[in-house]
């Protein structure tokens, strides 16, 4: 399972499982320190990406309304 802020670049390893949260900045995959209801949204989304089967190096973009960049 992969969380991933560059989408192109991680698609090349094709992994088996991958979400990128949409607008996080490098170093943020989780969301801004302190920001639990985020970074548990994000764990959360992997966590539910992880039981469901998909087609290995498709990376699924979200949203996270709790993000502000």
Same mark, same amino acid.
């Given at each position: 399972?992969?969380?991933? %802020? ?5 698609? =090349?390893?094709? &992994? ?13 995959? %989780?969301?801004? &320190?302190?920001?639990? =209801?985020?970074?548990?949204? =994000? ?6 990406? %992880?039981?469901?089967?998909?087609? &290995?190096? =498709? ?11």
């Amino acid at each position: 399972m992969l969380i991933t %802020l560059d989408k192109d670049q991680s698609s =090349v390893m094709r &992994p088996s499982r991958a979400i990128n949260p949409e607008g996080f900045r490098f170093g943020h995959s %989780l969301g801004k &320190p302190f920001d639990r =209801v985020t970074q548990h949204a =994000v764990l959360q989304a992997t966590l539910n990406r %992880l039981i469901q089967k998909g087609e &290995p190096g =498709v990376i699924e973009t979200m949203a996270f309304s709790t993000y502000m960049g």
